[in-house]
Nanobody
Framework: QVQLVESGGGLVQAGGSLRLSCAAS????????SGWFRQVAGKKREFVAA????????YYADFVNGRFTISRDNAKNTMDLQMNSLEPEDTAVYYC????????????????WGQGTQVTVSS
């Protein structure tokens, strides 16, 4: 079993930055693919970024447009999402996820999910 806990969300002005972190417990995390998704209330959960167990390659949703960077540290069992140039449209609950499929943008490929962290971007 793998447990995931997100942190780092908060309120930021448009154009600002936030760094989300995901701490994983369980010995198998370093062999799993992992990713970030987000969800706005009343809307479907959407893919943000994914990274393979070896940290390369990484994949991003089109809307990221070079603003976000996903990374992981298998020695520390952590995964981060650095978000720059944030826009009000990035407001959502952000979830980290892990699963056996590497680099997937499909949420059904992920077995383990965190509880989510709120990101609010004010205009």
């Amino acid at each position: 079993q793998v447990q995931l806990v997100e942190s780092g969300g908060g309120l930021v002005q448009a154009g600002g930055s936030l760094r989300l972190s995901c701490a994983a417990s369980g010995r198998t995390f370093n062999m799993l693919g992992s990713g970030w998704f987000r969800q706005v209330a009343g809307k479907k959960r959407e893919f943000v970024a994914a990274i393979t167990w070896s940290s390369s390659p990484a994949y991003y949703a089109d809307f990221v447009n070079g603003r976000f960077t996903i990374s992981r540290d298998n020695a520390k069992n952590t995964m981060d999402l650095q978000m720059n140039s944030l826009e009000p449209e990035d407001t959502a609950v952000y979830y980290c996820a892990a699963g056996t499929v590497q680099g997937s943008s499909y949420d059904g490929d992920y077995t383990y999910w965190g509880q989510g962290t709120q990101v609010t971007v004010s205009s």
